[in-house]
């Protein structure tokens, strides 16, 4: 199935920058597509709610005021995460007000709810969802979302343990619609793979944080340059659900990464499961991918990056 229009008309890279909790807002957003990838922040980053119609609208202006200026490279378009789930209780004024900016492209994460697909579908926006097995894939399809997002091993935040070969190899027996990959792709030669493989596009999250235009206190950018697969731990404690961390920060918060308790589900609460704020603002989320990161750059330097290294790979290739 070819792709939706929104999903690659306006791309310089088969690429969408993944929403992260704190880091991402409209600064980070904007940067992204005007730099030709898909930006994309999570609704309940706009704290309090009412700020979320405030970011939808700077967002908006900004990307028409630079699509008029630049016709010849207009930016990507852009996206907004919600978390369904029922403890979210601002989900109803989150998705009424990506309904009223038509927002292109929404990406649901936990749950897949056939009436947050129906709300995206009434203006021509897309939904896709993202999951970490096969199981997840099928019921989100069935529910009415239009593409998938498959999150594999090695993924920044909470993340699946598959294997992408494996993930997305299982999908393709059954789906031919948008899919994308996630997990530790930092390299040009990264996307590509991951369409030899099967997938889209490629869901990038980790390298983002490492930009001046993320929100992301300068240590925390410090050590995804200074950091690689080995600093990073694959635990359920902080959040009640498996994710990737960086070492040091845990350290840093008086614990040893190599001997963390499993996580008590009893004090488990929706906060902490979705992105609760002292989890992610003192424990930081990383991929496995960050060797590829070697400074603090401009998001434009970092896209130009994965752009001259996913040609070398394709001219490599001989593609
Ligand atoms: C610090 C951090 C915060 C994240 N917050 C969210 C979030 O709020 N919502 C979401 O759907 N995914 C979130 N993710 C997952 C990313 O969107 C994406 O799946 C992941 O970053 C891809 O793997 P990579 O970091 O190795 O590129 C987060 C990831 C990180 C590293």
Known sequence: MALPPILKDKLRLPVIGSPLFIISHPKLTLAQCKAGVIGAFPALNARPESQLDEWLAEITEE???????????????????QIVHMSNKR?????????????????????????????????????????????????????????????????????GTLSPFALIQEIREWFDGPLLLAGAIATGGAILAAEAMGADMAYIGSPFIATQEARASEAYKQAIVEGAAGDIVYSNYFTGIHGNYLKPSIVAA?????????????????????????????????????????????????????????????ARLAL
């Open 63 to 81: 990307l028409a005021r630079h699509d008029a200026a630049h016709p010849d490279r207009p930016a990507a378009p852009f996206a907004v995460n």
């Open 91 to 159: 989900l109803e004024h989150d998705l009424s007000l990506c309904v009223k900016y038509k927002v292109p492209v929404v990406i649901s994460s936990l749950g897949a709810v056939p009436e947050v697909n129906a709300a995206v579908h009434s203006y021509g926006g897309i939904v896709l969802h993202d999951i970490i097995n096969n199981r997840h894939a099928h019921s989100a399809i069935r529910k009415g979302a239009d593409g998938l997002i498959a999150v594999a091993s090695g993924a920044g935040g909470h993340a």
């Open 254 to 314: 008086g614990m040893d990464p190599d001997n963390l308790p499993p996580a008590d589900p009893s004090k488990m609460d929706f906060e902490q499961a979705t992105g609760g704020a002292k989890a992610w603002k003192d424990i930081w989320g990383s991929g496995q991918g960050i060797s590829a990161v070697k400074a603090v750059e401009p998001v434009e330097k970092l896209v130009d990056r994965l752009e001259a290294e996913y040609k070398a790979a394709r």
